[in-house]
């Protein structure tokens, strides 16, 4: 029966859908599998977040020629994605790198590209191509996959574009026993990417970072390089620095060597320490050495001590560290720590004691192997007998950042396994945490300085208190900080990595990753069964469905009791996992089979793991009577809400009641009724009211009932008796705590514990303790304590004898089932005094003297002691005096005493007594002992001794400290020995007693020192040593002796009559201060005289001298011991003085308009004073200033100088002075001359014109200004013409008359004239003229004046025709000339019936448009009548003008329209070129056709015309003028097209010469035709001239035409010739550009003058006229006079004078031959090499008659070549030469002195300088010469052929205002080039072609000898240079140079030519020829630059008056513009060519 039974129920199970056993499954049956342990679950993790395998750098530096590739080396499974991203600076906001993996990056020009790997890679660049948000931003990459996302630290890109740099190093200056500092320089731009490595002394070792080879040596982090303690001998050592260019790793020396500069020791004088070197931060890496600069200067040399300031609790303590005596090192050292342990107590260090870290070489300390504790405030302190001087430093600490999580805690149960994946994420940090619980990340991070440390989580910053769950904490520790992110209750969105990044202020970053994974899930319901009603007998399947990790275990209830698989057999439950294992899902089945009534109830599956449970429930009901299931009995608490279920099966019930003992319920409001499941609620319970028996009873519909019942017991709560909440006790005392519950119901249970930790209570009258610590770490009580349990509710605790560690947190519990409650008693226990550790302080304590020393007493008690301390010098005191805090003593925290520095008098007995108020005091006793190091002191710091005196020198030093000492003297830090010096020095060690106020032993040594000599001379050291330290003191002995003489002595300034010296002091005084110097010198005539100065003064005169005077110069030094030697002697010249005497017989003749001549004779001889280099002219106008500089010529009587470019009709004062080398003479009187008048030179001002009438003009003006009218004016002459340009003119008309007129003019004598007779509404031309007695002057700027309108003249020409049947046409010709501006046409009309004018009418027309000049009338009447029509012309500002003629016209209504033509034909003149439309409207019946006609020649085929389009036709013929310069055409096929076009018009393209005669347009249809009638006149330009040579002068040429204009040959019906208006003409030199000039139509002859002379011209002349120009005339070629210079050599004179180093040559024998010479040019070259380029010395121009050729070499053959050129070509001579030798003059003259120099040259030490320094000044001339002999010929930029470009202007000293005393000040401003002649490119063709240029070579002035160039005013007969000063005030006087015309503001005055700057020519060293078009605006300061200003060949008049009467003239198209050509000091440069 069983078996049937589950046979059923299987097939139930089967049919309700029950789940068998997957036979894929590894079970291998279908039994249903068994419930899975809560605890047994595995967790796998299969997929692996990104991770960092190495951290990025977190800078990166790259030049653009080498690119950079940046890796992101990142593991993850599955493999990650990797991208980057970049900062840009905008708000910090991190954006996505654009990259283009294949080509180009985002960046553009492939600058960027990403890898496969994800690697970034920066490729080369140009540093064009530079962007700085691709090569200057931030960095970062980002890593992804399923799992989550990281980012990376960010990493700074720069790409360094480092410029070229040099590296040196600096001298520094320093004395002996002091430090030098050696800097490495480089420029700051690369001073980033610049670290110095190393040093390198002598080329040989190598100083690295804090390395020292000989202890001497530093080298600190900032590059430097400390030599310490520097001695002799140092200062003949190299130091190169080598550095490290880290972006391209190239590794650089420095070019120059650095010498330490060693002060003498006489130079040292007494002075307090100055610090010049210290820094006040230093940043150092843990390990790192770190190295505090402290150098100084001072003497006596100072010590050194080193402290450290540590923070305390009063302030700050300097705690002394190290010290350094004058000249050793005091330091402890580790052979005294082993000696004696005990002095390891005596220091209080940085580091907690003398740990051997701390040395001091020189004033620099040097920590090594930085920990952290070494970071604070240091202070080093340099004192000596002068003063005390402290610097700080700060030492940061450095440390790497350093981030790592560790293990991190769960809140989840049970433990769990974490599988990985193999490989290299075997470390891989995964942490796996349960759904639902609390997990902490904890970071430890460590770095310095401390960084900022935040969360980020899939790379995204982590948002903290969004949702309550996530909060940070932190704590700090000894080593690493620890931040802590906590989470709780872990969701599945908390999945992910998570990063902890940490970030500090210096820029760095570090970051640690991990995977948070959640491991286990609560369970979570996926299906559920309902509820149902089923009948009885059926069988039902309950079914739930629920995941969770682990699996789930599901349990079923009925009613709140559990059902087992046993409960029946008709009940079967199961449960099966689903899926894959770790799929956590998992079904359960509750089958029952035949229900029954009690089977109903309500149902509920629970599923559950370790990390939660989940339920649900549904009720089953089963139709049949009640039935209630029995109930168990029920425990309530009281106080708390119970709901008491009814188990009621059966369906269906009407109600349930509940019944307390009989009575119903509810009683009160406790009690409540559910009215769904009939549940009775009782909140809250009452113990007393609700415990009893309650029953509950369902009802049926049958009213049948069921009935159970149910005991409920109530329990109370437990509540323990009110306690002390403390107990104060003392120690030892006893301790008894009772525990009471006063209510609660049994079983009860209570407890006590201590801090946490539970105290087991004794079973039976033992004692017992407890045991081990709580969780939370409370501390353990002693055995003594016990629990004893009085009773079930009473618990007492005992402690028989209380300790400190019985205080705490005592807390009794008590608990039931119906609750638990605590109370807790803190109990103090005061405890007396004790020591620390049971350990008192030491008895006896050493320290050494200076030191610090910390005297511990560490006490503890409750409440915390108080600590006094006491001093007393003897053990056996009555009284011990009580220490307060002071100076050197300090009170600590922790009660310790520090005494800092010891001091001997701190040696005693300390006694601390610790003091609490319980118990008794405890104290100690310690007895410190303080040991002496040593003490040095000299009896005195400076000692002098005469050289070589044998009373000997006793140095003596006292020395105090502990014995032994040890005891020895140095000389300049060298130890001394017996033997040393011969044994001249001797010492000798005397002990002396000890002293009862001083701490240890005296001793006392003694250094003698006999018969002194300059080697015993230096710094004397007395240094003693014992185990406690080492000290010095020094004494500096100088051995005194007669000062050397003084140095480098030089002249500083020479004038004519004193001489200004300079000087350097002594290299050695001898040890006393120098007195005084002496300075002798001696005159030609031997008389030595002699100047004292004092000793403090390095410079002197010497006045009352002689000027141009050979002096013999030399100086001594003296002090008290003598006078020194004489130093090297100096020969002296005086310079010149400025002459004292004027020119004499100064006069004026010749005079003209523009000029005259001066004439006077030199200054007295005995007034000159010295060579006259030239005379100053200068003219004097009152408002213009004129100085001109005149060379002067040796052995000249008389001196004329014509003046040009002068003011017509000005008076001039005129005065000269004689000027030299030195500055200007006085002026000789003045003469006062007047010009003559001339025309004038400004038009008249402010002309005007007023319109009267249409045919009248008023003109006014202003007359020019009295400046430039250049004489009394005579009258004025208005030239006036009208503006009509010739287009198309009907015949007969006006202007058909004036096609050859020009203009017409009038001459009065007032401002004002009346022009009448003028066209009406015609503009016309208005230009005035001043004339003088000389003639006409400039003509005003030509204005544009209008006549006034008047009436409209009536239309010429009317003509109607019949348009339509209804319609007519009226059309008409305008009046050709129109007087006024015709707005429109109105047309009258009239018929006249039986003789009366009847229905007239008015019509208006457009004046414009394409219908204008017509008018159709429309809406006739259709009846025949006659019309008569009139037109007149109306005009906007005149009205309407007079009617023309009557037309009358007989219309006949007809539909049938004749063709018309409605055009108006007439005669017509038209320019030749002109394009030309005739138009031909023709109106009628279609089909109508039109065909043009020339003279009877049918021009086209017939034209179908459309007549409704006459708006698209003109009326009146258009005409398109010619274009400009049109040749002249005469054939026909030059002629334009002829066309009709579409609307019947003729279109002429171009008329030509044939293209005139009579055109007729007809046109017809079938009813009729009509026809216009043109005749055309083409007007022709004139015919071109006959040109001829008249005559020629050495600047002029003549020439002469004829016209061939013949009007009756020419002109006839169909051309007419058109009168010339002015002739151009045009010339030029041979191959160069076009100069034009016009000339007025009544000439036929003109001069054209300022030309070259000897050069040979073209010429051209050209007809104008108003139609246009006529072809070129024949080419005439002529030539001007003249010809090249020519030699006339004398035998019996020499050109030549020769001196060993200059030749000087006589130019008087060259002849110009008609041409004025313009230019000498002056060329040598060594004899012997006739293969090598000329050498240019200079160029000279007349009057100059001798040139200086200087820089020779004595004895030596040379080749000179002397060029003469004028405007006609040029000629050379050539001249061989040999300089004479050179003569030792100068010992000459030192031989034949007097006597009292012969010890001066004598002297092997004065004799052997000067011929060394005349040999070396000899080498030093050849060199020179060579370097320029053999310079490439490419050094200097020659005058190019091409025409200078751009604004070539150059000022020099002229623009500056300058006198000509300040031209040794003028310099050159650009590199620019204004050829003289045509030469090549960087070539001086004309100067030898590609020779080199000398260094002595002076260029005057040379002019081009194109004409164009040649506007010079001035004679350039005389070489000159100009002042020009303006009459204004303000105004500097500006000079200006005779070589080119004068300054532009005067030639505007004269040519009103457009204000230009001044322009200059030289030649400036360039490098390649290409330097020659560029701009002056680029200036240069090249010191080879040679100037070479420019000479016109000669000046005229003629040009200038031409040119303003016949206007500017052109020069290719371009005016011609003069050049202010500025000049150098020639005179100043022959003068240095002299000297040199």
Same mark, same amino acid.
């Given at each position: ?337 082993? &000696?004696?342990?005990? $002095? ?275 009720? $089953? ?35 349930? &009641? ?614 009394? $004016? ?230 179908? $015309? ?385 020779? @080199? ?140 060519? @002299?000297?040199?």
């Amino acid at each position: 029966m069983v078996s049937l039974v589950r046979l059923a129920a299987l097939l139930i199970l089967l049919l309700t859908g029950g789940l068998l056993a997957d036979n894929n499954n590894n079970n291998n049956n279908n039994n249903l599998i068994a419930p899975l342990s809560a605890n047994q679950h595995v967790v796998r993790v299969t997929a692996a977040g990104p991770r960092f395998q190495n951290e990025l750098p977190s800078e990166v530096t790259f030049t653009p020629d080498r690119g950079f590739t940046l890796d992101c080396p990142v593991w993850a499974n599955p493999p990650p994605q990797i991208n980057w991203l970049t900062s840009k600076g905008n708000g910090g906001m991190w954006t996505a790198v654009v990259t283009d993996s294949s080509s180009s990056g985002g960046g553009g020009n492939n600058l960027m590209t990403t890898s496969a790997n994800g690697s970034l890679t920066f490729h080369e660049f140009r540093p064009e191509h530079f962007r700085p948000d691709v090569h200057a931003a931030t960095y970062r990459c980002s890593a992804f996959n399923s799992v989550g996302r990281i980012l990376s630290t960010p990493v700074r890109i720069r790409a360094v574009m480092l410029p070229p740099f040099e590296v040196t190093v600096e001298n520094p200056r320093v004395g002996r026993g002091g430090t030098a500092v050696f800097r490495c320089s480089f420029p700051d731009s690369v001073r980033d990417y610049v670290t110095v490595t190393s040093w390198i002394q002598d080329n040989r070792y190598d100083i690295f970072l804090t390395s020292s080879q000989d202890g001497r040596h530093v080298m600190l982090a900032n590059g430097e390089l400390h030599v310490v303690g520097v001695r002799q001998g140092d200062e003949n050592h190299l130091y190169h620095c080598r550095v490290l260019v880290q972006p391209n790793g190239q590794t650089m020396t420095s070019l120059s060597a650095g010498r330490m500069i060693l002060i003498p020791d006489s130079a040292m004088t007494k002075m307090a320490p100055v610090m010049v070197d210290s820094v006040g931060r230093v940043r150092v890496w843990r390990g790192q050495d770190a190295v505090l600069p402290c150098v100084f200067h001072g003497y006596p040399p100072p010590k050194i001590k080193w402290y450290r300031s540590q923070t305390v609790q009063y302030g700050n303590l300097l705690l002394p560290l190290v010290t350094s005596g004058a000249g050793g090192v005091q330091r402890m050292s580790t052979e005294s720590l082993n &000696t004696h342990p005990h $002095l390891l107590n005596s220091a209080v260090g940085a580091a907690g004691g003398p740990s051997g870290r701390h040395r001091l070489i020189g004033g620099t300390l040097i920590i090594t192997s930085v920990v952290p504790e070494d970071g604070g405030r240091y202070v080093c302190s340099v004192n000596n007998s002068m003063g005390l001087v402290e610097s700080r430093t700060e030492l940061v600490f450095r440390d790497k950042l350093h981030v790592r999580i560790i293990e991190f805690a769960s809140a989840a149960q049970g433990q769990q396994q974490i599988h990985s994946h193999s490989g290299p994420t075997a470390d891989q940090h995964v942490q796996v945490v349960d759904a639902e619980t609390s997990v902490t990340i904890t970071c430890l991070y460590s770095g310095s300085p401390r960084p900022s440390v935040s969360w980020l989580k899939d790379g995204q910053r982590y948002l903290l208190g969004n949702s309550g769950r996530v909060y940070v904490s932190s704590a700090s520790g000894p080593e690493d900080n620890m931040i802590q992110l906590s989470i709780a209750s872990v969701q599945r969105e908390d999945e992910g990595m998570y990063q902890c990044l940490a970030a500090n202020d210096e820029g760095d970053s570090a970051q640690a990753t991990v995977q948070l994974a959640i491991g286990a899930f609560p369970p979570h319901l996926k299906e559920t069964f309902t509820r149902q009603i089923l009948h009885p007998g059926s069988s039902v399947s309950l079914k739930c469905l629920a995941s969770g990790i682990p699996p789930p275990h599901f349990t079923w209830t009925l009613d709140g009791s559990p059902l087992l698989p046993s409960v029946s057999e008709r009940y079967f439950l199961g449960q099966q996992q689903q899926g894959q294992e770790d799929a956590g899902q998992v079904v359960a089945h509750l089958n029952i089979s035949h229900v029954r009534v009690e089977d109903g109830g309500n149902y509920k599956c629970v599923a559950e793991n370790r990390v939660g449970r989940v339920e649900h429930s549904a009720s $089953l009901h089963i139709y049949g009577s009640p039935y209630v299931r029995a109930m168990s009995t029920v425990v309530g608490v009281g106080g708390k809400r119970l709901e008491l279920p009814c188990p009621v099966a059966g369906y269906p019930i009407e109600g349930i &009641t509940w019944e307390k003992d009989g009575r119903r319920l509810p009683l009160n409001g406790r009690q409540r009724l559910h009215p769904f499941n009939g549940s009775l609620t009782i909140d809250p319970l009452d113990k007393s009211s609700d415990a009893g028996l309650y029953s509950c009873e369902a009802r049926g519909q049958n009213g049948l009932s069921a009935r159970q019942s149910l005991q409920l017991n109530i329990l109370d709560a437990p509540h323990i008796m009110a306690m002390a909440d403390s107990a104060v006790l003392n120690a030892g005392e006893r301790l008894a705590l009772q525990c009471a519950v006063v209510k609660g119901g049994l079983p009860l249970t209570v407890s006590w514990s201590f801090n946490g930790q539970i105290i087991a209570p004794l079973s039976s009258g033992g004692s017992g303790g407890s045991g081990g610590s709580n969780s939370g770490g409370g501390t353990s009580t002693s055995s003594s304590s016990s629990v004893r349990l009085v009773n079930e509710f009473t618990a007492t605790l005992t402690i028989e004898s209380l300790t400190g560690q019985h205080a705490g947190w005592y807390v009794c519990r008590a608990a039931n089932q119906g609750g638990r409650a605590e109370s807790a008693v803190q109990v103090i226990v005061q405890v007396p005094p004790f020591w620390v550790n049971q350990q008192p302080p030491a008895e006896i304590l050493q320290t050494v003297s200076g030191h610090s020393v910390e005297l511990k007493c560490h006490v503890h008690g409750v409440p915390p002691p108080q600590v006094v301390w006491s001093f007393a010098k003897d053990k056996m005191a009555d009284k011990y005096s009580p220490i307060y805090t002071s100076s050197n003593r300090t009170l600590l925290a922790n009660q310790s005493l520090v005494i800092s520095p010891v001091d001997v008098a701190d040696a005693g007995f300390y006694q601390c007594e610790a003091s609490n108020g319980v118990g008794n005091n405890i104290n100690a006793l310690m007895a410190l002992q303080v040991h002496a190091p040593p003490e040095v002191h000299l009896n005195q710091d400076y000692m002098a001794v005469r050289r070589g005196s044998l009373a000997g020198t006793v140095l003596k030093c006292s020395i105090r400290g502990d014995p032994p000492l040890n005891v020895q003297w140095r000389k300049d830090s060298i130890p001394l020995d017996a033997t040393w010096s011969q044994s001249r020095i001797v010492t000798r060690a005397q002990p002396q007693p000890p002293s009862p106020t001083a701490a240890g032993q005296l001793l006392t040594s003694e250094l003698s020192v006999t018969n002194a000599a300059a080697a015993d001379e230096g710094l004397y050291e007395c240094a003693a040593s014992n185990v406690y330290g080492e000290d010095g003191d020094a004494v500096f002995l100088q051995v005194q002796d007669v000062p050397q003489p003084p140095l480098d002595v030089r002249v500083a300034n020479a004038a004519g009559r004193r001489i200004q010296l300079e000087w350097k002091p002594p290299a050695a005084d001898g040890g006393n201060p120098i007195q005084e110097f002496v300075v002798f010198y001696q005159s030609p005539n031997g008389d030595i005289r002699q100047e004292r100065t004092s000793a403090n003064q390095l410079t002197g005169s010497i006045v009352n001298l002689q000027p141009a005077t050979v002096y013999q110069v030399y100086m001594t030094a003296s002090n008290s011991l003598g006078q020194s030697q004489p130093s090297l002697g100096l020969t002296v010249t005086t310079d010149e003085e400025a002459p004292e005497g004027p020119p004499l017989q100064l006069g004026a003749t010749s005079v003209t308009s523009n000029g005259f001549t001066l004439s006077w004779a030199p200054p007295a001889a005995q007034l000159q004073n010295g060579l006259i280099q030239s005379y100053l002219v200068t003219i004097d106008s009152g408002r213009m200033l004129n100085r001109t500089v005149l060379p002067s010529s040796s052995g000249t009587s008389s001196y004329e100088y014509t003046v040009a470019g002068l003011r017509p009709n000005t008076n001039y004062m005129a005065y000269v002075q004689a000027v030299n080398n030195q500055g200007t003479g006085p002026a000789s009187p003045s003469v006062s001359v007047k010009t003559g008048e001339s025309a004038p030179e400004e038009a008249p001002l402010n002309v005007a014109c007023v319109s009267l009438s249409s045919q009248s003009l008023q003109i006014t003006w202003q007359p020019p200004r009295p400046e430039f009218r250049n004489g009394l $004016l005579r009258g004025y002459r208005i030239f006036y013409e009208p503006l009509n340009e010739f287009l198309l003119f009907l015949a007969g008309t006006p202007e058909q008359t004036d096609l050859g007129q020009a203009g017409s003019s009038q001459t009065t004598t007032e401002l004002t004239v009346f022009l009448s007779g003028l066209q009406k509404f015609s503009n016309y031309s208005i230009q005035v003229l001043a004339f003088t007695g000389s003639g006409d002057g400039v003509k005003s700027v030509p204005l544009t004046c209008t006549t006034e309108e008047d009436i409209p003249e009536m239309p010429t020409r009317l003509k109607i025709v019949q348009s339509g049947a209804d319609s007519l046409t009226v059309s008409w010709l305008p009046h050709p000339r129109p007087t006024g501006r015709i707005t429109h046409f109105t047309v009258y009309s009239k018929e006249i019936e039986r003789g009366q004018d009847v229905n007239p009418q008015k019509w208006t027309a457009p004046a414009n448009g394409p219908s204008s000049g017509r008018l159709e009338i429309r809406n006739l009447r259709p009846r025949r009548a006659i019309f008569y029509f009139q037109v007149a012309a109306v005009s906007s500002q005149a009205g309407e003008g007079p009617r023309s003629s009557t037309v009358s016209f007989t219309f006949n209504p007809t539909n049938k329209i004749v063709a018309s033509v409605v055009s108006i034909g007439s005669d017509y003149l038209a320019a030749r070129g002109s394009r030309l439309i005739l138009p031909c409207t023709a109106l009628g019946d279609t089909p109508l056709q039109i065909s043009w006609f020339q003279d009877g020649r049918q021009l086209s085929d017939w034209l179908n $015309l459309n007549p409704l389009k006459l708006g698209e036709q003109i009326q009146q013929p258009w005409i398109q003028p010619p274009p400009p310069q049109q040749p002249p055409e005469s054939d026909e096929t030059a002629a334009g097209l002829i066309q009709v076009l579409t609307n019947g018009s003729l279109s002429v393209g171009r008329l030509s010469d044939t293209a005139g005669g009579n055109y007729t347009c007809q046109a017809r249809n079938r009813h009729g035709q009509d026809q216009v009638d043109y005749l055309l006149t083409v007007v022709t330009p004139p015919p071109a001239p006959q040109l001829r040579f008249a005559a020629s002068n050495w600047s002029s040429i003549t020439l002469q035409w004829s016209s061939n204009n013949n009007p009756a040959e020419k002109n006839n019906n169909r051309t007419r010739v058109s009168t010339p208006k002015n002739f151009i003409v045009k010339y030029r030199p041979r191959d160069s550009g076009w100069t034009e000039k016009i000339l007025p139509a009544v000439w036929r002859s003109v001069p054209i003058g300022d030309l070259n002379c000897g050069t040979e011209y073209e010429f051209l002349l050209i007809s104008s006229s108003r139609v246009g120009n006529s072809s070129s005339s024949n080419l005439v070629a002529a030539k001007t006079k003249g010809s090249p210079p020519e030699y006339l050599p004398v035998d019996d004179e020499s050109d030549l004078i020769l001196t060993p180093t200059s030749c000087t040559v006589d130019l008087i024998h060259w002849q110009d031959r008609g041409c004025p010479i313009q230019q000498f040019v002056f060329r040598f070259r060594l004899a012997t090499d006739s293969v090598s380029e000329w050498i240019i010395a200079g160029a000279e121009s007349p009057p100059q008659q001798t040139f200086l050729l200087g820089g020779l070499i004595p004895a030596r053959d040379y080749a000179v070549r002397v060029t003469a050129i004028n405007a006609a070509g040029s000629a050379q001579r050539d001249y061989t030469i040999r300089t004479p030798p050179l003569m030792d003059s100068h010992s000459r003259s030192v031989a034949s002195g007097s006597d009292s120099l012969g010890p001066l040259f004598s002297d092997p030490r004065v004799a052997v300088p000067m011929a060394v320094s005349s040999l070396a000044i000899l080498l030093t001339v050849v060199t020179l010469l060579l370097r320029y002999r053999y310079r490439s010929g490419g050094d200097y930029i020659r005058p190019d052929s091409r025409p200078p470009t751009g604004n070539m202007n150059v000022r020099t000293y002229a623009d500056g205002g300058e006198t000509p005393e300040d031209s040794n000040n003028s310099t050159l401003s650009g590199c620019q080039k204004r050829p003289p002649l045509p030469m090549d490119s960087c070539g001086l063709s004309d100067y030898g072609g590609a020779d @080199q240029v000398s260094p002595y070579a002076v260029f005057p002035s040379l002019m081009s000898s194109g004409g164009k160039n040649s506007s010079s005013q001035f004679s350039s007969s005389r070489r000159m240079k100009t002042f020009v000063v303006d009459g204004s005030k303000d105004s500097l006087p500006v000079e200006m140079s005779n070589y080119a015309p004068p300054p532009p503001s005067m030639i505007r005055r004269m040519q009103q030519q457009p204000e230009e700057e001044p322009t200059y020519d030289y030649i400036a060293p360039c490098a390649t020829s290409a330097a020659a078009g560029r701009s002056n605006k680029q200036l240069t300061s090249n010191p080879q630059s040679v100037f070479v200003p420019i000479i016109p060949a000669r000046s005229t008049w003629n040009q200038q008056q031409q040119q303003q009467h016949y206007g500017p003239t052109r020069h290719g198209g371009h005016s011609s513009s003069p050049h202010y050509h500025g000049d150098w000091n020639n005179q100043e440069t022959l003068a240095l060519s @002299q000297r040199l």
